[in-house]
């Protein structure tokens, strides 16, 4: 699949080690997968779910959130700055409600 290179950010659950989500953003992004940077290791095979939001110069109309359940498939050795590369693939996605332009635009400042 065609990656797209984009720092979106994201927010990222590990689905069975509690409620905690780590706040990161994305390096590209696919129809089937995602990856981005983490500074703690996630074992291969660990289910996460994903929350992040596309803006519009992306949808060409208002913010998207989208919230997807993905498992990781690749882990990446530190780089130099101790974050560590987390690929996952994409096994099933929800739309969220959208979001105000004026709410989005907002976090962004």
């Keep these: 699949m065609r990656r797209f290179y984009m720092r979106l950010p994201a927010s990222i659950r590990m689905r069975d080690h509690g409620p ?4 990161t953003e994305t390096h590209n992004v696919s129809a089937r997968g995602v990856f981005f940077y983490l500074d703690r290791p996630v074992p291969e095979g660990t289910r ?22 993905a498992r990781v498939v690749r882990v990446e050795a530190p780089l130099p700055v101790s974050r560590i590369g987390v690929a996952a693939v994409i096994e099933e ?11 989005y635009l907002g976090k962004m400042q």
Excluded: C, G, K, Q
């Design 20 to 23: 905690d989500e780590v706040l």
């Design 48 to 69: 996460i779910e994903v929350t992040m939001t596309f803006p519009p110069h992306i949808t060409l109309t208002n913010p998207v959130r989208v919230r997807f359940v």
């Design 93 to 103: 996605y929800e739309f969220l409600r959208s979001v105000p332009a004026s709410d």
